[in-house]
């Protein structure tokens, strides 16, 4: 028992972490932020509990008071039964704390940075050897010791901070969204590597995340909102109020993103999200679908009572606690100069395009187009050559070989001139975080050439539209990140471009603010904006007309997304989701090279 006295942990033996009335607040000038209040969390030992909420619900705040980096304003935390405020210390040597940018040395190998991290945690030399050889095996590693981690995909380095985290094998292990930004294979091998710890070593684990679908892989979970409680308990706790209120809904010859757009803001209607071939519908209790009344009478409706899932229960509690339509604040007008042109026209087009870096393809002779008015997505593992193939589409990097027409301009002849007919919002969102939200606008206006009045009302635009008037004068690295979200695609739209390329958008962002993010680009492709976008999110990837999933510089398949679900369906998997197709198709991929080698 810890500090060899019983009576720290009683009542609550069971319990590894547990926070009392924890209050914490944050200043910035004479502003202050209350991140906590009055929280009250329990977690228990040898489960995988998960913290999920919006952006700036306090997860963050909650993980660094647990392992000691923060002192609260008032309450304790108890972790491990220390006070993680006066026994830090002693708890984080007893814990492992991954964060959200967890800090890899990118000039220094794998085993270079897990020898750093056992010199800091105080491993014996003698007993590295066998800790590394279990943890590059349980992280698929092994093959890469002598990699600088920099030159590691995306996943690969979520594993690496991982396997330092446990250089030392800790009793507790917090893990602040340790699956943001890597693909559904590698978001699968961190999972598979959790339980490995929970269920043989014995470990306890304290999780965020902004997949829903991973907070039902928990055994608890606590919902925090603007730094308060909403709930707490099982998954299954937050589903199952929501039975006979959850639906399947297609209208034959209707795009489903047309569908979910009419159905979100009818009435009754607590959440409409499209999933599959179809779209999925919450209702609050005691309310009928309104699909009837709002589709023509000679549509084939289909309309089917489906089972609720955790993120069903979690749109219900949060639609509860903000006005209606709050998150769809602000609509995005379609820009005044976009949209010319036949439906038809193809305003991108990619023959044979390839990247090479020294002996490395990045991009191995990729060949697609892409119409007016479409949403089309590039998928794939890290490292598969998504982030390349947009950065040659945007003029900002050279083309090894092949050709590539944006808008009807060369881009290997006349990348400026393309260029001013194009946003970008890349993964980072490239926003200046010393300047203010109107500062920002400001600065990418005059970088696209807008001046005078026509700079001015773009910025009002802008403010309105997104919904960051009352944001204007704050600096932007202060922002919560679904408003980072909203700010950066400002930016990318100051200038009214024809093609808007978008890269993983809304990795990290939480649900609301995804699904407000899908809501201004099916305004934008309605009114013509032609978008591309790369996202780890397969279900979002449903959102888009056509699909084309990417691995190791080359495209697997082609089309729309029912289409590439097709090609996989069988005996064994007769319904399968995108994310079921994307792994399928990236291992067939992997297995048929590996035979070939």
């Known amino acids: 028992m810890a500090n060899g006295n019983p009576e720290i942990l009683q009542p609550h033996y069971d319990l590894v972490i547990e926070a009392r009335d924890v209050r914490k607040y944050f200043a910035a000038g004479k502003k202050q932020t209350v991140a906590l209040d009055q929280v009250g969390v329990r977690v228990k030992r040898g489960l995988v509990t998960g913290l999920i909420g919006p952006d700036g619900a306090g997860k963050t705040t909650l993980m660094r008071l647990a392992s000691g980096l923060l002192r609260s304003d008032s309450g304790t ?37 897990l020898n750093l991290y056992s010199d800091l ?26 990699r600088l981690a920099g030159r590691l995909s995306g996943g690969m380095k979520q594993k690496l901070g991982l396997a330092c985290t446990l250089v030392r094998s800790p009793r507790l292990l917090l893990l602040d969204e340790p699956t943001v930004g890597v693909d559904p294979v590698s978001r699968r091998e961190l999972w598979a590597i959790v339980y490995r710890l929970v269920r043989k070593e014995g470990m306890s684990v304290l999780l965020s995340t902004a997949y829903l679908d991973e907070a039902e892989r928990c055994d608890e979970v606590v919902i925090l909102s603007e730094g308060k409680v909403l709930g707490k308990g099982p998954p299954g706790k937050f589903s199952e109020p929501l039975m006979g209120r959850t639906y399947s809904v297609t209208v034959q010859g209707k795009k489903n993103r047309s569908l979910q757009e009419k159905l979100f803001d009818a009435p009754g209607v607590i959440d409409a999200v499209v999933q599959g071939d179809s779209v999925r519908l919450v209702m609050e ?19 089917r009572p489906v089972e609720p899932r955790f993120e069903d229960g979690f749109m219900a509690l949060l639609r509860g606690q903000r006005p209606r339509n709050a998150s769809r604040a602000g609509a995005t007008t379609v820009p005044d100069r ?54 040659m589409l945007c003029g900002l990097l050279p083309v090894s070989s092949g050709s590539l027409s944006v808008a009807g301009v060369d881009l290997r002849r006349a990348p400026a001139a393309a260029r001013a007919r194009i946003g970008y919002m890349s993964q980072k969102f490239s926003l200046y975080g010393n300047l203010t939200v109107r500062e920002n606008l400001r600065f990418f206006s005059s970088a696209y050439n807008l001046t005078g009045p026509g700079r001015e009302s773009r910025i009002d635009w802008a403010l309105t539209g997104f919904g960051l008037g009352n944001l204007a ?92 679900k097709e090609r996989v369906r069988s005996s064994t998997m007769p319904e399968p989701t995108m994310e079921d197709a994307f792994i399928s198709l990236i291992e067939a991929d992997a297995h048929g090279k590996a035979v070939a080698t």
């Not at 095996?137 to 002598?146: C, I, K, S, V």
């Not at 390839?354 to 187009?369: I, L």
């Open 338 to 391: 976009v949209g010319h042109g036949a439906p038809d026209d193809l305003v991108i087009e990619v023959r044979d395009l390839k990247r090479r870096f020294g002996d490395f393809y990045a991009v191995k002779g990729v060949t697609f187009s892409v119409s007016r008015g479409e949403v089309f997505g590039l998928i794939g593992a890290n490292g598969a050559g998504k982030s390349t193939t947009f950065r």
């Open 77 to 113: 935390v108890t972790v491990l039964g220390h006070d993680a405020s006066e026994e830090s210390l002693i708890v984080q040597s007893s814990i492992g704390y991954m964060p959200q940018r967890f800090g890899l040395y990118e000039d220094l190998t794998v085993e270079e940075n």
């Open 473 to 564: 004068d704050a600096v932007s690295i202060t922002l919560p990140l679904g408003h980072k979200q909203r700010l950066a695609m400002a930016c990318a739209l100051m200038h009214e471009p024809e093609i808007l390329f978008l890269d993983e958008p809304t990795s990290g962002v939480d649900p609301i603010a995804r699904r407000e993010f899908w809501h201004r680009i099916n305004a934008l492709s309605e009114g013509g904006v032609t978008v591309m976008v790369t996202t780890h999110f397969m279900e979002e990837a449903e959102y888009c007309d056509r699909l084309a999933v990417m691995s190791a510089g080359e495209i697997l398949a082609l089309g729309a997304p029912a289409d590439i």
């Open 285 to 303: 209790s005691g309310v009928q679908p309104p699909v009837r009344t709002l589709t023509a009478p000679d549509e084939n409706v289909s309309l």
């Open 121 to 146: 945690q105080g491993v014996p030399v003698d007993m590295r050897p066998e800790r590394f050889e279990e943890l590059l095996h349980m992280t698929g590693l092994g093959a890469f010791t002598e």
